[in-house]
T-cell receptor, first 114, second 113 residues
Framework: DTGVSQDPRHKITKRGQNVTFRCDPISEHNRLYWYRQTLGQGPEFLTYFQNEAQLEKSRLLSDRFSAERPKGSFSTLEIQRTEQGDSAMYLC????????????FGSGTQLSVL | DQQVKQNSPSLSVQEGRISILNCDYTNSMFDYFLWYKKYPAEGPTFLISISSIKDKNEDGRFTVFLNKSAKHLSLHIVPSQPGDSAVYFCAASDSSGTYKYIFGTGTRLKVLA
């Protein structure tokens, strides 16, 4: 169990640029989640996958955000035309996919949009 | 609409005493609950869970209590240790089958040596 891995740990970008984050879940975990956390708030649900299928997207996920999990293993989260309000910690989590169960979180990607 | 609420943003407790962290929810369909601990610059770490068929679950120093009628759960840590100082989040999921978890805003616990 190598844990959930996220890359990069930190990203600084200028407003209007595109950014992409990667998440590698725990091996053989079927569910993969993306959350966003801002200062003083709890993690906010963005989207989740069961294998390669994206099963739910939050209304927080505007059309500038897109997530993929092409082979049911790693996932990417892309933000196009970044805005200062996108500055946050982006957290990825995975689980085995057996009913209701705990999520294993990665260390997150801290995005700062200048 | 904040469906999961942690109304105490912070809590200070003396080492060795009990820490009680509270969580309230509004959605009566929530039936599976998780508690997480988070240190700065790290992802949340799972502590303990409870499903709605139980009203108590224990794991070592951590006990979670669920009061379904009051839509309230609490996490008890006893005895509290300085290493327990962190932000604690509760999370809830309903039985609609979406398997997404809604998190509260967190309570910052400080255990004083």
């Amino acid at each position: 169990d190598t844990g959930v891995s996220q890359d990069p740990r930190h990203k600084i970008t200028k407003r209007g640029q595109n950014v992409t984050f990667r998440c590698d879940p725990i091996s053989e975990h079927n569910r993969l989640y993306w959350y966003r956390q801002t200062l003083g708030q709890g993690p906010e649900f963005l989207t989740y996958f069961q294998n390669e299928a994206q099963l739910e997207k939050s209304r927080l996920l505007s059309d500038r955000f897109s997530a993929e999990r092409p082979k049911g293993s790693f996932s990417t989260l892309e933000i196009q035309r970044t805005e200062q309000g996108d500055s946050a910690m982006y957290l990825c989590a995975s689980s085995t996919g057996q009913g209701w169960e705990k999520l294993f979180f990665g260390s997150g990607t801290q995005l700062s949009v200048l | 609409d904040q469906q999961v609420k942690q109304n105490s943003p912070s809590l200070s407790v003396q080492e060795g005493r009990i820490s009680i962290l509270n969580c309230d929810y509004t959605n009566s369909m929530f039936d599976y609950f998780l508690w997480y601990k988070k240190y700065p610059a790290e992802g949340p770490t799972f502590l303990i869970s409870i499903s709605s068929i139980k009203d108590k679950n224990e794991d070592g120093r951590f006990t979670v209590f669920l009061n379904k009628s009051a839509k309230h759960l609490s996490l008890h840590i006893v005895p509290s240790q300085p290493g327990d100082s962190a932000v604690y989040f509760c999370a809830a999921s309903d039985s609609s089958g979406t398997y997404k978890y809604i998190f509260g805003t967190g309570t910052r616990l400080k255990v004083l040596a």
